[in-house]
């Protein structure tokens, strides 16, 4: 199947300093991809999804300034977390579609990318 | 997308057969159920999908009642490595939006 790729899978820094979280489709090229976010014990949440070639779409109570998404080609997108801050702490996973597969097996995660805040 | 529910725990023992429910009594008719799972720390994975049929694959089995109001996703053996939380999730056939999780029903196989 395909693969989605995130790095780094996990990340430790300090208040106030940024944060970029790369997903890349591996084997395939991805007009769309989505970013989650997962807090310990809670399922996946929406953050916003990322069209390659144009402005992100963000979900409500996402700060688009705080929270900085490119996705410059068909198989990389960007989050930047800016000014990090303890409560941004979280899991965070990417997933990418594949235009050309359909409907089966619509979105493909990536490992995901672990961050805290200290 | 129509709402789902599911219950939020299910103890299987290994070698048997895990029988996951799920409701979705406002389902339309061009929505789809998929089911995801997701272990620990890691991005969810794909199972299976369908529309009003039954379908198998190597991973699992959907059961979807002929009214399409619930579902049941089947691991015919499960095994320790199947411990999950295992989403369902209905949506249109259509990959451009995202997938909505709800709580899921976490699996626990035991020895």
């Known amino acids: 199947g395909a693969v989605v790729s995130q790095h780094p899978s996990r990340v430790i820094c300090k208040s106030g300093t940024s944060v970029k979280i790369e997903c890349r489709s591996l084997?395939?090229?991805?007009?769309?991809m989505f970013w989650y976010r997962q807090f310990p014990k809670q399922s996946l949440m929406l953050m916003a999804t990322?069209?390659?070639?144009?402005?992100?779409?963000?979900e409500q109570g996402v700060e688009k300034d705080k929270f900085l998404i490119n996705h410059a080609s068909l198989t990389l997108s960007t989050l930047t977390v800016t000014s990090a801050h303890p409560e941004d702490s979280s899991f965070y996973i990417c997933?990418?579609?594949?235009?050309?597969?359909?409907?089966?097996?619509?979105?493909?995660f990536g490992p995901g990318t672990r961050l805290l805040v200290l | 997308d129509a709402k789902t529910t599911q219950p939020p725990s299910m103890d299987c023992a290994e070698g048997r057969a895990a029988n996951l429910p799920c409701n979705h009594s406002?389902?339309?008719?061009?929505?789809?159920v998929y089911w995801y799972r997701q272990i620990h720390s890691q991005g969810p994975q794909y199972i299976i999908h369908?529309?009003?049929n039954n379908e198998t694959n190597e991973m699992a089995s959907l059961i979807i009642t002929e009214d399409r109001k619930s579902s049941t996703l089947i691991l015919p053996h499960a095994t320790l490595r199947d411990t999950a939380v295992y989403y369902c999730?209905?949506?249109?056939?259509?990959?451009?939006?995202?997938?909505?999780f709800g709580s899921g029903t976490r699996l626990q196989v035991q020895p």
């Open positions: 369908g529309l009003k």
């Open positions: 406002t389902i339309s008719g061009n929505e789809y």
């Open positions: 990322s069209n390659e070639g144009s402005k992100a779409t963000y």
């Open positions: 997933s990418a579609r594949d235009p050309y597969k359909g409907a089966k097996e619509t979105q493909y």
């Open positions: 999730i209905v949506r249109g056939e259509t990959g451009r939006r995202a997938l909505t």
């Open positions: 084997d395939f090229q991805a007009t769309t």
